[in-house]
């Protein structure tokens, strides 16, 4: 079945950097545009990132210029960089997957595959 499956998460402290990997199974992340969310306790899952199938990437703009979205393709799989991580960034991070051939989105409902996600915390 299809499967998006992250990893990557951890404590870290304020400042400090974590990679998220999504490697995709019985999909292929590169044949449609590829999201990160995440969703803190009591918040609403809200957008981090998106890549478009040409490579182009999209950031909210709480992590634009601190976060990198990139994925590989040889090893079906995206990432999110993260650097100079604060407290607020804490939450579980979850990486979707839009219908084939769709263009990125920072809407939740326009993805159709979802991981289970990984739990980012950040220490003051």
């Known amino acids: 079945q299809v499967q998006l499956v992250e990893s990557g998460g951890g404590l870290v402290q304020t400042g400090g950097s974590l990679r998220l990997s999504c490697a995709a199974y019985r999909l292929t992340v590169s044949t449609s545009a590829m999201g990160w969310f995440r969703q803190a306790p009591g918040k609403e899952r809200e957008f981090v990132a998106a890549?478009?199938?040409?490579?182009?990437?999209y950031y909210a703009d709480s992590v634009k210029g601190r976060f990198t979205m990139s994925r590989d393709n040889a090893k079906n799989t995206v990432y999110l960089q993260m650097n100079s991580l604060k407290p607020e960034d804490a939450a579980v991070y979850s990486c979707?997957?839009?219908?084939?051939?769709?263009?990125?989105?920072?809407?939740?409902?326009?993805?159709?595959?979802w991981g289970q996600g990984t739990r980012v915390s950040v220490s003051s």
């Open positions: 979707a997957r839009r219908t084939l051939h769709s263009a990125p989105s920072s809407r939740l409902e326009a993805y159709a595959y």
């Open positions: 890549i478009s199938r040409s490579a182009s990437t």
